[in-house]
C-alpha cells in the first residue's frame, strides 16, 4: 500500500492513524519535499516508532531523478551537506583572521 501524506495538521497522529489503518499490509508513505524538510527530526523518530511493529518505509521525491527515495537517505545526505558546509565557514573564519603576510598583498 502507498499513502502520500501532505502533513497538515497533527502530523504524528495522522501518520500513526494511516500505518495502523494498513493492518499488517506493508505499507510505504510518501512525503512530499517541503514537509519533508520542515518535520524531517520529527519524521524519523516516528518512522523508528512505528516500524517497531509494522513494516512501513517513508519516501520522499528526488526531484532531478523524479524517482522515490528513502527519507533515511535524504536525512544523511542533508547532513552530510551541513557538516561540509560548517566545515568551509569555519576554515574561511580562521582564513579571515589570520593576518596577511607580505606574500599575500604581491600584486605583480
Same mark, same amino acid.
Given at each position: 500500500?502507498?499513502?502520500?501524506?501532505?502533513?497538515?495538521?497533527?502530523?504524528?497522529h495522522k501518520l500513526?492513524?494511516?500505518?495502523?489503518?494498513?493492518?499488517?499490509?506493508?505499507?510505504?508513505?510518501?512525503?512530499?519535499?517541503?514537509?519533508?524538510?520542515?518535520? =524531517?527530526? =520529527?519524521?524519523?523518530?516516528?518512522?523508528?516508532? =512505528?516500524?517497531?511493529? $509494522?513494516?512501513?518505509?517513508?519516501?520522499?521525491?528526488?526531484?532531478?531523478?523524479?524517482d522515490l527515495v528513502?527519507?533515511?537517505?535524504?536525512?544523511?545526505? =542533508?547532513?552530510?551537506?551541513?557538516?561540509?558546509?560548517?566545515?568551509?565557514?569555519?576554515?574561511?573564519?580562521? $582564513? #579571515? #583572521?589570520?593576518?596577511?603576510? #607580505?606574500?599575500?598583498?604581491?600584486? $605583480?
Open positions: 500500500m502507498v499513502e502520500v501524506e501532505t502533513l497538515y495538521g497533527s502530523v504524528v500513526v492513524e494511516t500505518v495502523e489503518r494498513a493492518g499488517k499490509r506493508k505499507m510505504w508513505i510518501v512525503v512530499p519535499n517541503p514537509q519533508e524538510v520542515i518535520y =524531517l527530526p =520529527l519524521l524519523l523518530r516516528t518512522r523508528r516508532e =512505528l516500524r517497531k511493529e $509494522h513494516d512501513v518505509e517513508f519516501y520522499t521525491l528526488d526531484v532531478t531523478s523524479r528513502w527519507l533515511t537517505d535524504v536525512a544523511t545526505m =542533508l547532513v552530510k551537506k551541513w557538516k561540509e558546509t560548517t566545515e568551509g565557514a569555519e576554515e574561511a573564519k580562521r $582564513h #579571515a #583572521a589570520t593576518p596577511p603576510t #607580505a606574500k599575500d598583498s604581491d600584486t $605583480h
